[in-house]
């Protein structure tokens, strides 16, 4: 009965988003209000529709309902009530199920804003904004239905179908499969949503850009009206990408954060050419220039939403992520194909119209180091794509798949993580329209300086990595120059208002958000490369089998095997859990219970590492392998993660200027026109 | 119908031929290293990857089928194969993709090629559009402000507060 009405709920939303997309069309091609609000009506009832219809899979995946596959395959009975109701994006259909639901929040959203400026562009905007939703339900409704249920004919075969074929009866398994164990991380129940929201919100920039276009009104507006929902976009896929490290720290067991696997580079090229975006933009919105190269970065950014979607939910390029494997590649490819054509289309088309407004005039100004901050991004960009697709290529070419691994990306783009460090380093340093070498110079010897005197005691502190201080040289000097913008700004302050430091510093960001907040996010940035550093340059790692009592050195550390329990656990899955104690310098620091988890529903073994974290270091055990203990011991693999939790810290501040840069402004207060020469202006803008 | 001597002779080349192929056969043996560790062992592992367990590298994949091929690497290891000659015998048996990156060679050329292209061919449109765009400011150039349509702000705090404040107005109107 649930799984009927889902079922027809979802049929209505498909026929509502349909429609709305002909009233949209009709509304522009007749000029009729009354259409263009009909379409908006349209889009805003999908909303609660699709609410209704993930309402009703977790209904049916709380309550058991196994005879519906999509249950069956995601729950099982010793599941906590918690994991029932994420496991609505644990699977294929209810992840896509999921994105519909967060689109149609998302753009209705959009649609309750004031459009009397902008109403040329809602049309637009609506159908967009319908035909991506209107996709994703085609998707839901044609091939991955989650309301089919199993079916047992009368001559015994088993069917599944959403409807039972004449005669058969009901087939009630009776328990599910589970979920797969590596979603059963309080990480990767935050994550999936995270990364959704950040696809998601990138779609409205997008449909504002293609209204732009086809209403030929292509200054700055589009731009500004759209800044907040580019840096939600940004803020969420960036929560996302760190949430996803953590849970592969966490989970995966190989020690590491990032492998550059094909769907964590899905989800960091829509995060690549958003960045350059957001950078570029200001370009636009302040010198009039690069209104092409925008249009061509959320183009890109959309396209590339899609297809990170395509990669996770297609199962095309194999990988830990790929859990839910069907047939909607090809849907999927045809989307992203149709799409991409009609927006190099409307570029074209429009190509004239979008000429820059004005000029650089110095290759050190601002405009022209954000232009080599993007370049520098597409760079990083087009190796990660090449690199996450090329092994398709060989298969398809040569018939033989080849392995991109981790060595390929950190080698191609290990220079231009580093040139890009640099930029954030100067850029901000450097004005608008204008600067010379002298003016940056004299801005920038002090943080050099004093970043020099960092690297000399990482030096004389034994540090002989030439690579490592070289980037210990970057990182410490953007710490420098953010801090002394801040303490250049705080000090200006003060001296026209007279306030304490603390107050100084909160108006002083209050009332320039997005340039205070974008610093923020450059020291998150370094603090994280900080943390990257530490693990790429110095990480150490050791195994070994030992017997109770026997020891395994690495370092300055000593781990001891006491002892090892096995053990069934009373949510299905049976443990393996050591214990060891730890040492450093000869003296006990604690004591870790690396595990090895094997879930019965799936069979799948999960390994959780026991971890010492510190601010300096991380002490990351894993349990390999145990035969019995009367024969030869435990095999334990230790790694030594030296400033790994910088990388963490750093992704905690990133989120904390995002969330500063983000933050929505008060209504605007009428504000008396008093400009006269030496009179200071009142200003809360969001600055630069 | 051969002799008791030819039998004899026969015997003797029989024992001899053996007595060469053992040695052959052992001279390995007494040449093998120490078992090596398993530290050895990851070294060359974390550089290969299992068909079956895509994306996992090698020496952290759980499965027992990555598990007889760590043990493979031990055995190759202590019959003296280097590092290179190992991955290249595991790439021989199962293929290319065992190596954590494409060899140089044939269609794989591309993978390391193109992205120094695209990156180059970026370069030189930046530089174009510098070279298009970039237009000495008024006071630079000694020319009227006619001749730059947007001088730079930076140049005048006054003017550039009121831009500013002018901008601040249309974004609060929208």
Request: proline share 5%; charged share 15%; with cysteine.
């Amino acid at each position: 009965m649930l799984a009927n009405i889902g079922f027809g709920v979802l049929v209505v939303s498909f026929i509502t988003s349909l429609y709305g997309i002909i009233a949209s069309i009709i509304g522009v091609r007749k000029n009729s209000l009354a259409w263009v609000e009909s379409a908006r009506k349209a889009m805003q009832i999908t909303f609660p529709l699709i609410t209704i219809v993930a309402l009703a899979i977790i209904l049916l995946l709380v309550t058991g309902q196994y005879q519906v596959q999509y249950v069956y395959n995601v729950t099982s009975s010793t599941m906590p009530l918690y994991l029932k109701i994420t496991a609505l994006w644990g699977g294929q259909s209810g992840s896509l199920v999921f994105w519909a639901w967060l689109m149609s929040a998302f753009t209705t959203a959009v649609t309750l804003r004031k459009w009397e400026r902008d109403r040329e562009f809602l049309p637009w905007v609506i159908l967009v904004g319908l035909v991506t939703l209107t996709f994703f339900l085609s998707l839901i409704l044609f091939f991955e239905n989650p309301f089919v249920r199993f079916w047992v004919t009368a001559a015994g075969n088993q069917v599944i179908s959403m409807f039972p074929p004449a005669g058969a009866a009901p087939l009630i398994p009776a328990d599910g499969r589970g979920l797969n164990p590596l979603l059963r991380h309080p990480g990767m129940i935050i994550h999936p949503p995270m990364l959704y929201l950040g696809f998601v919100s990138f779609v409205i920039p997008y449909a504002f850009a293609v209204a732009a276009l086809v209403t030929g009104r292509t200054d700055d507006r589009w731009i500004r009206i759209t800044r907040r929902w580019t840096l939600v976009a940004w803020l969420f896929l960036s929560l996302g990408l760190v949430l996803g490290s953590r849970w592969a720290y966490d989970v995966l067991g190989w020690g590491g954060y990032w492998a550059w696997d094909p769907v964590e580079n899905a989800a960091f090229m829509p995060w690549l050419t958003g960045t350059a975006f957001l950078h570029s933009v200001m370009i636009q919105e302040k010198r009039g220039l690069f209104k092409r190269w925008n249009m061509i970065l959320i183009i890109l950014t959309y396209a590339l939403v899609i297809f990170g979607t395509f990669l996770t939910r297609s199962g095309v390029l194999s990988s830990v992520h790929s859990f839910a494997q069907s047939a909607i590649g090809p849907m999927f490819f045809g989307f992203i194909a149709l799409s991409m054509i009609f927006s190099v289309w409307l570029l074209i088309w429009r190509w004239q119209i979008l000429h820059a407004e004005g000029n650089m005039h110095s290759l050190l100004s601002r405009e022209a180091l954000f232009l080599l901050n993007n370049l520098l991004f597409m760079g990083i960009l087009v190796v990660v794509f090449w690199g996450t697709v090329f092994p398709l290529i060989s298969e398809l070419f040569t018939g033989q798949k080849v392995t991109v691994g981790p060595a390929f990306y950190e080698r191609s783009t290990g220079p231009l993580f580093a040139a890009l460090l640099l930029l954030m380093g100067i850029a901000p340093l450097s004005a608008w329209g204008h600067s010379t070498v002298k003016t940056l110079g004299k801005a920038l010897w002090k943080p050099a300086l004093a970043a020099l005197a960092v690297v000399i005691a990482a030096f004389a502190g034994g540090i002989r990595n030439g690579w490592a201080l070289f980037g210990f040289l970057l990182v410490s000097l953007v710490i420098f120059i953010t801090l002394f913008e801040y303490f250049r700004g705080v000090t200006a302050r003060r001296r026209r208002t007279g306030e304490g430091w603390l107050a100084a510093l909160f108006n002083l960001m209050a009332r320039n958000r997005r340039r205070y907040g974008g610093y923020i996010i450059h020291l998150g940035v370094v603090l994280m490369a900080l943390g990257i550093i530490g693990i790429e340059m110095f990480q150490t790692e050791t195994q070994g089998t030992i017997p109770p009592g026997g020891s395994l050195r690495l370092g300055r550390y000593e781990v001891t095997f006491t002892r090892l329990d096995i053990f069934d656990a009373n949510d299905g899955r049976n443990v393996a859990r050591a214990t060891v104690l730890v040492s450093k310098d000869g003296r006990m620091v604690g004591e870790l219970h690396p595990r090895r988890d094997l879930y019965f529903d799936s069979m799948q073994p999960m390994t959780i590492p026991g971890v010492r974290s510190t601010i300096e270091d991380d002490l990351y055990v894993l349990l390999v392998d145990w035969q019995p203990i009367s024969s030869t011991g435990v095999t334990f693999k230790v790694f030594h993660n030296p400033l790994i939790n910088w990388l963490w810290i750093g992704g905690f501040v990133f989120i904390l200027g995002m969330l500063v840069a983000a933050w929505p402004d008060k209504d605007p207060q009428p504000v008396p026109v008093a400009v006269r020469r030496g009179q200071a202006i009142p200003s809360r803008s969001s600055g630069d | 119908m051969i002799g008791k001597t030819g039998l004899l002779r026969r015997l003797a080349w029989l024992v001899v031929l053996t007595g060469i192929l053992i040695a052959v056969a052992v001279e390995p043996v007494s040449a093998q290293q120490p078992t090596p560790s398993d530290d050895d062992v990851n070294r060359v592992a974390k550089q290969m990857y299992c068909p079956v367990c895509e994306n996992i590298p090698l020496d952290v994949c759980p499965t027992q089928a990555c598990a007889q091929w760590r043990e493979l690497i031990r055995l190759k290891l202590s019959e003296g194969l280097t590092d290179e000659e190992i991955r290249q015998y595991f790439a021989e048996q199962y293929g290319d993709r065992v190596l954590d990156v494409p060899p140089a060679r044939g269609l794989n050329w591309l993978v390391y090629v193109l992205p120094p292209l695209f990156i180059a061919g970026g370069v030189w449109i930046v530089a174009r559009v510098f070279r298009s765009m970039v237009k000495p400011s008024a006071e630079n150039a000694g020319a009227s402000l006619e001749t730059t349509p947007t001088p730079s702000v930076a140049e005048d705090p006054y003017v550039a507060k009121i831009e500013e404040e002018l901008r601040r107005r249309e974004r609060e109107g929208g």
